[in-house]
C-alpha cells in the first residue's frame, strides 16, 4: 500500500463517538538539543600595516568573536530532530522507543504507522492516522517499525516539558497536549458542517481504542471541557475552540 494515500485506523472524521480500531500503548522519551553558532564575520583590510589599523582589526575581531559565543549559545536552545519525517524506521535501531512530535503538516498529507512487523499487511497495523496540524505519537519498546510519509520532522517530548497553555486552538490543529499547548477548561466550537468536527480527549498518545476518554463528530456548535487530567486534545475539521470557562 502507499504511505500517503492509506487511510488511518484511528479516530478520524467521520468516525462516530469512540470509533477507534487501532491499540496499543508505550512510553514517553526525552529531547535532545543541539545548534551551531555562525561564523565570524570579522575580515578588516591590512593595506598600511599601521598600529591604528592593527588595533582596529583587534577590536572588529573580538567584536565578532562575542556574537559567534553569542550565537553558538542561542543555538543550543533549538530542537533537534530525532528522524526525519518520512521513511520506515526500526525501534529500537533507528528510533528509541518513547514520545515525539511532528508540527506544521497541512492537509492530512502527514501518515504515519505503528507496526508490530515488517510485512507491510493490514494485520501488521498497531495504530496509525492522517495528520494536519501537530500529532503526538508513544512508540513503545514492543513495536517494530514506526513508519512516516510526508510529515515534518520528529522531535523526540520532554515528559517534563512546560509551556504557556493557550485558550484558543486551531480547530484543524491535530494534537494539543494539556497543560502545555491548551489549558484545561471548557472550550466552544461554533458553525460546524456535515458532521466533519472531529474532537477527541486522551489519557496517552498510544492512539489506542483505550486510550479514548471521550470524542464526538459534531455539526453546529460543539463544547468540551478538557480536564486538567487528560492527556491530549485531538480536533480535525473543526472551526477554533475559544475557552469559555
Known amino acids: ?12 472524521v467521520s468516525v462516530v463517538v469512540i470509533g477507534a480500531v487501532s491499540a496499543n500503548a508505550g512510553d514517553d522519551g526525552n529531547s535532545g538539543s543541539g545548534g551551531k553558532g555562525k561564523d565570524s564575520a570579522a575580515s578588516a583590510e591590512r593595506g598600511s600595516g599601521t598600529k591604528s589599523d592593527t588595533k582596529s582589526d583587534t577590536k572588529s575581531g573580538t567584536k565578532s568573536g562575542a556574537d559567534t559565543k553569542k550565537d553558538a549559545k542561542a543555538g543550543k536552545a533549538e530542537k533537534k530532530a530525532a528522524f526525519q ?14 514520545t515525539y512530535r511532528t508540527t506544521g ?17 493490514m494485520d501488521s497495523i498497531l495504530a496509525n492516522d492522517n495528520v494536519s496540524g501537530t500529532s503526538y505519537v508513544t512508540i ?23 509551556g504557556t497553555p493557550a485558550a484558543l486552538v486551531k480547530g484543524d490543529g491535530g494534537m494539543h497536549r494539556v497543560g502545555v499547548d491548551i489549558a484545561p477548561g471548557t472550550y466552544r466550537s ?4 456535515d458532521d466533519l468536527c472531529y474532537w477527541e480527549r486522551t ?29 491530549y486534545f485531538k480536533t480535525t475539521g473543526c472551526k477554533d475552540w475559544k475557552k469559555t470557562g
Open 105 to 121: 503538516n497541512t492537509d492530512s498529507l502527514c501518515y504515519w504507522e505503528r507496526a508490530k512487523d515488517a510485512s507491510g499487511e
Open 85 to 98: 519525517g518520512d521513511g520506515d524506521f526500526e525501534v529500537g535501531t533507528d528510533v528509541k522507543p518513547g
Open 1 to 12: 500500500m502507499g504511505a500517503k494515500g492509506k487511510i488511518a485506523l484511528g479516530v478520524v
Open 190 to 193: 461554533t458553525g460546524n458542517t
Open 140 to 162: 513503545p519498546a514492543g513495536d517494530k517499525l514506526f513508519k512516516s510519509s510526508g510529515c515534518k520532522d520528529w522531535e523526540a517530548v520532554d515528559a517534563k516539558a512546560t
Open 203 to 231: 489519557k496517552d498518545a498510544s492512539h489506542s481504542l483505550e486510550s479514548i476518554l471521550a470524542n464526538n463528530n459534531v455539526s453546529g456548535t460543539a463544547v468540551v471541557t478538557v480536564a486538567a487530567g487528560d492527556a
